[in-house]
């Protein structure tokens, strides 16, 4: 009866395995030349196919400049096409605003195409990329079919570049990933972000270098005189609140950290803490304190935790 | 579903069909019916809810989960303490004996191959185990990744060394502690098993207060937290390797 029951199962889950995949995007203007594919404030899943990340671009004189390429060939290949509709204009610049999947794996479908990134980019999409393919191969299946690291082939300095009549600012940080870039469009007034700012959405911490890095880094973008930001995950603002949520996020995720180890909880304990009410609004919090006490428990132990063993 | 996977499945609705000994899995493992002959033996068991088995719900790193197990709700019943991961190259994580000031509860971090029930069972003095259970969702490959300690350079010099410190609580007191040790299971290709397999807690006059039996599905560098009545018992560690190789911490 139950091998019944399992088989029904198998049976009754292929025509969605068989299923055509595709992504909807639908670019929508956000400010002059600047155009936005919003991601849902979602975890990775199969149901939505990645597709949860902001992945913006300006169309300039000289081409479109794309910021940012999605979480798969397929989502890839979207874009562009997506783009084709919005604009004729050819692809001018890739960048890739840090190395995480959900920003680059899409590099595949305008390998034609400069792609540039930060030098430290490059380097953490090289060592870390494989291991990132096979989480999301895992997390999303077949909308990940054939995609593969496509390392950027361009680096990116700091400072002003100007590309089709729209100044640039390129600001290299670190909050994040280690090496992380920020564009503040100084022609049109809109900050793209990335993932320094998490906006209505946890902001992950599997790379971060320090969450006083962090904040020193949300301090330097707080200062631009922007009209538009675009966070690399959740709705654009034109005030300030983002960077509000960001800082009051990260004060109250070190003070957790600071004083589960000061009590002397184990992992469990720290994970298991009561999220505020006023974080109520932002998406995936428990999980990503979950993850974040993993990733960061052992930095704090280092600090309170003494020499105790006697050597010969 | 893999081939292994849907025999494990077949198996276990074989297993099913015969009677059980105790309890019905509430996890409905395929392995539960093996691990439970092989650990607990013939003696009677329950799935009971006093014995509190946290994980998070996900391992974001399968070479680092941590694992708690808190039977304080047991008393000075609990004799041993037996864990393991299920579907685990290497399933026995440990066997923890508390005896006076120890309380029955421990956190270790481990690793895990794939995703896989994880179990708790409690022994008390009247002879039945009290068993609580979890399921952790892993990308896996914990215990077949390179070692992390082994990467580094002269880690050797550093093998051994204890940090951690006795947090006060109540009116008793928290022991964590991390060990230099890379923890060595075996299944890395051309690194044979090199582990602590021991480790006792001493009060200050050398009596074993507690003794626990280390494997290495328990993570490298272990991290320790231990539970105890009184603010200053439980003042020496005593660790042993499968190379013989002795260590120890004072607090």
New interface residues.
């Given amino acids: 009866m139950r091998l019944c029951c399992m088989l029904v199962a198998i049976f009754l889950s292929l025509p969605l395995a068989a299923g055509e995949l595709a992504y909807d995007l639908q670019p929508r203007q956000i400010a002059t030349d600047t155009w936005l594919v919003e991601g849902s404030t979602e975890n990775f899943a199969a149901d939505n196919g990645g597709e949860i990340v902001n992945v913006a671009f300006i169309v300039t004189e000289a081409g479109v400049v794309l910021i940012d390429t999605g979480i798969s060939r397929r989502y890839g290949e979207a874009l562009r096409a997506a783009i084709g509709r919005i604009t004729a204009r050819p692809i001018a610049l890739v960048i890739n605003t840090h190395h995480h999947p959900d920003h680059v794996f899409g590099n595949q479908a305008f390998a034609d195409v400069p792609i540039a990134s930060l030098a430290g980019t490059r380097e953490l999409l090289a060592a870390q990329g494989a291991a990132f393919a096979d989480n999301m191969y895992r997390l999303l299946g077949d909308w990940m079919r054939g995609t593969e690291v496509l390392l950027p082939t361009q680096t990116l300095e700091p400072g002003v570049r100007e590309i089709g009549g729209h100044r640039l600012r390129l600001l290299a940080l670190r909050g994040h990933t280690g090496a992380d870039l920020a564009i503040f469009d100084e022609t049109t007034g809109v900050l793209f972000a990335s993932d320094l700012v998490f906006y209505q959405r946890a902001l992950t911490t599997p790379q971060t270098p320090g969450l006083d890095v962090w904040l020193a880094d949300l301090a330097e973008l707080e200062k631009l005189p922007y009209t538009l930001l675009v966070p690399g995950h959740g709705p654009v603002a034109t005030g300030r609140e983002p960077f509000a949520q960001m800082r009051d996020y990260l004060g109250w995720l070190d003070g957790l950290l600071r004083e589960a180890v000061a009590a002397g909880k184990d992992m469990n304990e720290a994970m298991n803490t009561p999220i505020p009410e006023r974080f109520a609004t932002i998406s995936l919090t428990r999980y990503e304190l979950v993850r974040s006490v993993s990733h960061l428990y052992p930095k704090y132990e280092a600090q309170v935790f003494r020499r105790v063993d006697r050597r010969e | 579903?893999t081939i292994r996977s849907m025999g494990l499945?077949?198996g276990w609705?074989l297993l099913?069909n015969s009677a059980w000994a105790g309890d019905a899995d509430p996890l409905q493992s395929p392995m539960w019916s093996f691990h439970q002959t092989r650990f607990l033996g013939e003696a009677p068991y329950e799935f009971d809810d006093r014995v509190v088995l946290?994980?998070?719900?996900?391992a974001?790193?399968s070479r680092?989960v941590?694992?708690?197990i808190d039977a304080t709700a047991l008393g000075q019943e609990v004799v041993r303490i037996v864990a393991w991961a299920e579907l685990n190259p290497i399933p026995h994580i440990f066997t923890f004996f508390p005896t006076g000031p120890v309380a029955p509860r421990i956190?270790l971090?481990i690793r895990v191959e794939q995703a896989t029930p994880i179990r708790a069972a409690v022994l008390t003095r009247d002879g039945a185990w009290h068993v609580g259970s979890t399921r952790i969702d892993a990308?896996g490959g914990g215990c077949t990744a390179p070692s992390a300690v082994r990467a580094q350079e002269g880690w050797e010099e550093h093998l051994?060394?204890?940090?951690?410190?006795?947090?006060?609580?109540g009116d008793g007191?928290?022991l964590?502690?991390?060990i230099a040790h890379p923890m060595d299971n075996g299944l890395t290709a051309g690194v044979p098993e090199f582990f602590i397999e021991r480790a006792e807690l001493r009060g200050g006059d050398g009596a074993v207060l507690a003794s626990l039996e280390l494997h290495p599905s328990v993570s490298e560098n272990p991290?320790l937290?231990l539970q105890l009545d009184g603010r200053d018992a439980g003042q020496q560690?005593w660790l042993r390797d499968n190379n013989g190789n002795e260590?120890?911490?004072?607090?």
């Fill in positions: 579903m499945a077949l609705l099913s946290s994980a998070p719900p996900f974001e790193d680092q941590p694992v708690t956190a971090n990308a051994g060394e204890v940090f951690g410190a006795r947090f006060a609580q007191s928290r964590r502690l991390r991290t937290t560690l260590f120890e911490a004072a607090f």
